[in-house]
């Protein structure tokens, strides 16, 4: 049986619609932040074990940006919404 996410604008839709882009927790750092910040902002994610938000990019739908929270460990979807009222950009 065919996962589905429950997207905000299309309906339910078989997760295969959906491209995963990453952590929706990581802060951009300021313009003129360090080496060092951007090193960090660009290479180290932490790799998370449960509860978790993440970017996904509806790639063969409405092509939006959502935010999902999800259990990293059973894939269990808790929410979906977009990613533009929560003011995030991905």
């Known amino acids: 049986m065919a996962s589905l996410i ?3 604008h299309c309906g339910p839709r078989p ?4 491209t ?12 003129d932040a360090g080496e060092d ?9 932490d790799n998370p074990r449960g509860r ?3 970017y996904w990019h509806h790639t063969s739908g409405c092509r939006r940006w959502l935010v ?5 460990l059973t894939h ?10 929560q003011g995030g950009t991905a």
């Open 37 to 45: 910040a951007w090193y960090a902002y660009v290479y180290l994610r």
């Open 20 to 31: 995963v882009k990453g952590d929706a927790a990581i802060a951009r750092p300021a313009a």
């Open 52 to 54: 978790h938000k993440e």
């Open 76 to 85: 269990v979807v808790y929410s979906v919404s977009d990613a533009s009222t």
């Open 68 to 72: 999902v929270e999800r259990d990293t």
């Open 15 to 18: 997760k295969e619609e959906f």
């Open 6 to 8: 429950a997207c905000p």
